[in-house]
């Protein structure tokens, strides 16, 4: 059984940083894409940070250009998005998400199959204050 666990949420002022974590069970990382999704309230839920270890594509949304970054230590079959420069506009509830998906895995992920997600994370709310 797959499990997604995200921690690292909180409330920051605007221009700060917070680093989220997730924590994958139940599969291994060279067969899934993995990344992070936001949902704001009264908006649909969208495409953050993804990758695909196995193919090595990233894909990330344009709103995160030069401030969100993405990472994993397999190891410890964990992701990171560390954020910096966050803006109010960024505070979302946060989730991790996984799944098998084709090449190349992480547009794929994020945007072209994000409807068909199986496997989420619980959610972490992130809070920018102005």
């Known amino acids: 059984e797959v499990q997604l666990v995200e921690s690292g949420g909180g409330l920051v002022q605007a221009g700060g940083s917070l680093r989220l974590s997730c924590v994958a069970s139940?599969?291994?990382?060279?067969?899934?894409?993995i990344g992070w999704f936001r949902q704001a309230p009264g908006k649909e839920r969208e495409g953050v940070f993804c990758i695909g270890n196995s193919d090595g594509s990233t894909y990330y949304a344009d709103f995160v250009k030069g401030r969100f970054t993405i990472s994993s230590d397999n190891a410890k079959n964990t992701v990171y998005l560390q954020m910096n420069s966050l803006k109010p506009e960024d505070t979302a509830v946060y989730y991790c998400?996984?799944?098998?998906?084709?090449?190349?895995?992480?547009?794929?992920?994020?945007?072209?199959?994000?409807?068909?997600?199986?496997?989420w994370g619980q959610g972490t709310q992130v809070t920018v204050s102005s």
């Open positions: 139940g599969f291994t990382f060279d067969d899934y894409a």
């Open positions: 998400a996984a799944d098998r998906v084709r090449s190349p895995r992480a547009p794929r992920l994020c945007e072209y199959e994000r409807t068909k997600i199986r496997s």
